[in-house]
C-alpha cells in the first residue's frame, strides 16, 4: 500500500507538470514513462531522488549514440548503396549496438548502488512494456484517448 501511495503522489506530481507543458509531448512522453517506472518498479521514495539523476543520464548517453547512428544514416538508404557502403553500415550498425550495451552495463553498477537487483531486472522489462505501448498508443488513430492509464496504456 505504501509503495501504491508513493507512486500515486509521483504520478500525480508527474502528471500536474504534463499538463502545464501540453505543447511539448516528449516530455509529457518522459513523464509518463517516469510514472509507469516508478511504479512498475517499486521505487519508494527514499530510492527516487538517487535513482532519478542515474536513470536520466543513462537516458541521455543511449539518445546521444542513438542520435550519432541516426545522425551518420539520415541522408542515405544503405540497402540501396554500393557494397562497400552496405557492409560499412553493417559494421557501424553493430558498433551502435555494442555502444548501447556497453552504456547499461556501465550504468548497471550505478543503479545497483541505488536500487536492488530485482529492481533493476525489472526496469529492464517495464522500459521494455513501456515501449510497446507507446507504440501502440502511436498506432491508434487520432482523437481515442491520450491520457496515462496505468498499465494498461495512455
Excluded at 512522453?29 to 543513462?58: C, E, G, W
Excluded at 553500415?89 to 543503479?111: A, C, E, M, S, V
Excluded at 533493476?120 to 487520432?142: D, G, S, V, W, Y
Amino acid at each position: 500500500m505504501k509503495h501504491f501511495i508513493t507512486a500515486l503522489l509521483i504520478v500525480f506530481t508527474s502528471f500536474a507538470t504534463t499538463w502545464a507543458q501540453r505543447g511539448r509531448p516528449m516530455e509529457r512522453i518522459h513523464a509518463a514513462k517516469m510514472a509507469y517506472i516508478t511504479d512498475r518498479i517499486h521505487l519508494s521514495k527514499q530510492q527516487f531522488p538517487a535513482f532519478m539523476p542515474v536513470y536520466n543520464d543513462y537516458e541521455q548517453e543511449i539518445r546521444d549514440a542513438r542520435q550519432f547512428f541516426r545522425k551518420k544514416y539520415k541522408s542515405s538508404d544503405p540497402g540501396e548503396a554500393n557494397d562497400p557502403a552496405s557492409l560499412r553500415f553493417i559494421d557501424d550498425n553493430l558498433d551502435y549496438q555494442q555502444k548501447i550495451i556497453d552504456i547499461k552495463r556501465k550504468y548497471n553498477d550505478q543503479f545497483l548502488k541505488v536500487i536492488s537487483q530485482q529492481q533493476l531486472a525489472q526496469l529492464t522489462i517495464a522500459e521494455r512494456e513501456f515501449k510497446h505501448m507507446l507504440i501502440k498508443r502511436l498506432e491508434r488513430p487520432q482523437g481515442r484517448g491520450g491520457h496515462y492509464n496505468g498499465h494498461k496504456g495512455w
